[in-house]
């Protein structure tokens, strides 16, 4: 059991003492605003500062979780109800079977798919088996705790509010939710990676019929490429950057830590901010994925911490040998055994119900597909089976939990090893101490390369060393993924065997494998299903650690240093690129250029823009627009002209290939596009890269992926409206935490796309205004900051 110091003890009891010495206008917010629902008995205390951004304080973690689900509630009910039909397999019902379905919660494509899929995870009972094993296996008393008093919380604000956002105002669909449906919603993100990718392939994986011929094996080449598209780190709808920096290159000798998530700016995938505090027991402000009761990425006074998106396939494949009698019997060892049915029914609006089967085995559903571009017949022969080790992983808010009670990088480790929460993601941390960790610490199939090398299929021994996706001889019992000692589950891979860097003088990632955590300590001996090792690195990366390493060697760092990289908005590919394409530019004859519908264009302008590019995505950068466009025409396999070499992973590929044809032909291509859009060659970025909120356009500094922009935005091109105007993923929850041997840290944070998705409400775009002008918010962390905020508003909150 741990020891908390008196003096932490003493102030957490102050804080409830507090509440009843308020300023005289929060005392009457207070009053104004006392809520006294009846029967339940949990409570807790919300205090409301800058940007709408809740102070959760509470005695117990079921009141915790109440006052959560309240105030997520309140800012975002109708983006937490449309997730909730979807874990209870319900959209058809409300938005008809082929509608486009929840895209935040799986990838399936229509509703019923969805549908199909969570309502056979609820038939099964899989999220009521994983709630009930005893941790470390499934989920501790206080998560569970948490979980109970979220869905109390968010079925008390529903009872007692009136829904103004006009996104679900008065729908149906909008309903009280059970612990069932609030765990189920955590399942969903655990195998957002695994069965989440499949719905569809699973959904409508069916035998062929009798004596009827079907397709033979996939192409393995084929199945390779899109099984590497697919996995790749630049191709995800969600990525970060993170970086930890060591005692040796502060200011004072303690950590920093920088955390930029890129995950979606609509939906159910989105962050929301909050502190929690138990008094004497936890306290802990950050960023949490809605739905979730605990925080997803944050500080506490002595450990920050932040996650990316990590290159370990999450998956695996075992090909079938199927009973030549019969497709839906399989083969062990010579032995058939049958596939289980699962009947599930859909109720559909406006129709009839829909009742499909789905086929399971020993090593999870059948499956027909990943992806459109990636299928996997089901024939006379052979059938492939998804093994998914986090369908029975519920354990991420454990971690979470235990990283939030963490007092330093050490802790955080610690709570990794216990509980092995975490599906899909690295995690970077620094420490009051000086201390920092990367680690590739998730829950991934024990496939090791002599297993991958003895068991793959002549399928899989093409797909596994190209995109790390193993498909495995299922006929053969000694193919089984065996257990590592140190592991809470079989399966999968102990803490032993994960990639970690301790006490780096930097760590970052930039969703590239574990490989270059920091270039001058490369990490090596981990499998395939890992990630890569002496491959080539993505141009983010590139740029993030020629960034961070220059900051280090620097040195004398603070959190204004932190500030500063995240919106230094360098575009790593211009700096390579842009000079030697503006030469290339002057240089074509008559300033002209052919297009690729074979007519010449003038493109002379275009030269002395690119030359007088500053080489940033800052909102008012002129002729970042025109790169932007230009680079994403160049085709990758005629772009460099010295290739990639392990030797220097850091400054190759490098030199731009202006002597091939296509460079002039996308150059003539961006111009005409710009000019036909009526945008200027040299206009400001911002003016067409926004967002449109309540009517108002809101410039936004940033850039796309390959363009190598640590502050990265996917924008949605529309040049018939402006340009780019809107951003689907990007940068989310950013926070800037260090400390300075005080009690509170010093924490900066940013929630670019603002607290609420209500456009009625005040924090609707509040803080995407802050976004665009490269502004931070001063984290209140410590209670004399709490109550000395203009802005407070208190609102005490009961059952």
Not at 206 to 224: E, F, H, I, K
Not at 260 to 281: A, D, K, L, M, V
Not at 681 to 695: A, C, I, P, T
Request: with cysteine.
């Amino acid at each position: 059991m741990r020891t908390r110091p008196r003096r932490t003890v003493v102030a957490a009891v102050a804080l409830f003492a507090a509440v009843g010495t308020l300023p005289a206008a929060a005392a009457q917010d207070q009053h104004q605003e006392q809520r006294h629902p009846s029967h339940g008995g949990l409570s807790a205390t919300i205090r409301y500062t800058e940007y709408g951004i809740p102070h959760i304080l509470a005695r117990n973690y079921a009141d915790l979780g109440f006052g959560t689900g309240w105030a997520q509630a309140a800012d975002q009910v109708c983006a937490l109800a449309d997730g909730f039909v979807t874990v209870r397999g319900e959209r058809s019902r409300y938005f008809g079977a082929d509608a486009a379905a929840d895209s935040a919660l799986s990838s399936a494509t229509k509703n019923l798919s969805s549908d199909l899929y969570f309502r056979g995870v609820r038939e099964a009972g899989t999220v009521e088996r994983l709630m009930a094993q005893p941790a470390p296996l499934g989920p501790g008393r206080e998560v569970k705790e948490l979980m109970r008093g979220f869905a109390a919380g968010y079925n008390t604000w529903l009872e007692k509010n009136r829904i103004t956002d006009p996104t679900c105002r008065g729908a149906a669909w909008v309903r009280p939710v059970s612990v069932q449906d609030v765990a189920a919603r955590n399942f969903a993100l655990a195998v957002l990676g695994g069965q989440g990718r499949a719905v569809d392939g699973i959904t409508a994986a069916q035998p062929p019929a009798p004596a009827t011929l079907t397709a033979g094996t996939p192409d393995a080449q084929d199945t390779a490429r899109a099984a590497r598209e697919l996995f790749a780190a630049d191709s995800a709808d969600m990525g970060s950057n993170a970086v930890a920096f060591g005692g040796s290159t502060t200011a004072n000798g303690r950590g920093l830590l920088l955390g930029n998530p890129h995950y979606p700016w609509q939906g159910g995938r989105r962050f929301w901010q909050s502190q929690q505090t138990i008094p004497g027991e936890l306290n802990v402000s950050g960023g949490s994925l809605l739905g979730s009761a605990t925080v997803s990425i944050g500080h506490n006074a002595q450990v920050a911490w932040s996650h990316t998106v990590a290159t370990g396939v999450t998956l695996n494949l075992h090909q079938l040998t199927l009973d030549p009698a019969d497709p839906t019997a399989y083969l062990v060892d010579g032995k058939p055994e049958r596939m289980t049915e699962r009947k599930v029914t859909v109720a559909v609006k406006d129709g009839e119900p829909v009742t499909r089967t789905q086929w399971w085995s020993r090593y999870g559903p059948v499956v027909t597909s990943l992806g459109a571009a990636l299928p996997l017949p089901w024939t006379n022969t052979t059938a492939y089976a998804l093994n998914d080790p986090n369908a029975t992983n519920l354990r991420a808010s454990d971690t979470a939990l235990g990283f939030s009670r963490a007092r330093s990088t050490a802790d955080v480790l610690d709570a990794l090893k216990r509980t092995q929460g975490l599906p899909w993601v690295n995690t970077i941390a620094a420490d009051s101490r000086g201390h920092t960790l990367f680690t590739q610490s998730q829950v991934l199939p024990r496939i090791t390369d002599e297993l991958a090398q003895r068991c793959s299929t002549p399928l899989g021994r093409v797909t596994y060393p190209a995109s790390g996706v193993a498909i495995l001889d299922g006929s053969r019992g000694d193919c089984a993924l065996g257990s590592d000692p140190d592991a809470v589950q079989p399966g999968i891979f102990g803490p032993s065997k994960m990639p970690v860097l301790k006490d780096a003088p930097y760590a970052e990632n930039s969703n590239d494998s574990a490989w270059l955590a920091n270039a001058q300590r490369p990490i090596t001996g981990y499998g395939r299903v890992f990630g890569t090792i002496g491959t080539q690195r993505s141009m983010r990366t590139r740029g993030a650690l020629q960034d961070v390493a220059a900051m280090a060697a620097r040195g004398r760092l603070t959190v204004r240093d932190l500030q500063a990289q995240q919106f230094a908005n360098r575009v790593t590919a211009g700096d390579l690129v842009a000079a030697d394409a503006a030469k290339a530019c002057a240089a074509l004859p008559g300033g002209a250029a052919t297009g690729s519908d074979g007519k010449a264009v003038d493109v002379g302008a275009a030269c002395g823009v690119l030359a007088a590019w500053d080489r940033t995505a800052d909102t008012g950068s002129r002729g970042a627009l025109l790169f932007d466009r230009l680079w994403r025409r160049l085709p990758v396999s005629q772009l460099w002209k010295v290739p990639f070499s392990a030797a220097d992973p850091v400054g190759t590929p490098n030199t731009l290939n202006t002597d091939a044809p296509a460079f002039a032909t996308a150059l003539a291509d961006t111009v005409t596009e710009l000019r036909a859009a009526g945008i200027p060659l040299d206009s400001r970025l911002g003016e067409h890269q926004f967002v449109v909120r309540n009517g108002q356009r809101i410039a936004v500094p940033g850039g796309t992926e390959s363009l190598g922009v640590w502050n990265k935005v996917e924008p949605v091109w529309d040049p018939a409206n402006g340009g780019y105007t809107e951003v689907t993923t990007g940068s989310s929850y950013i926070q800037a935490v260090g400390w300075n041997g005080s009690r509170c840290p010093v924490a900066r944070t940013l929630l670019t796309y603002s607290q609420s998705s209500n456009p009625d409400s005040p924090h609707f775009s509040d803080q995407t205004r802050l976004f665009s002008a490269e502004r931070w918010v001063t984290s209140r962390f410590c209670e004399k900051d709490i109550l000395s905020s203009p802005a407070l508003r208190v609102v005490r909150v009961r059952s």
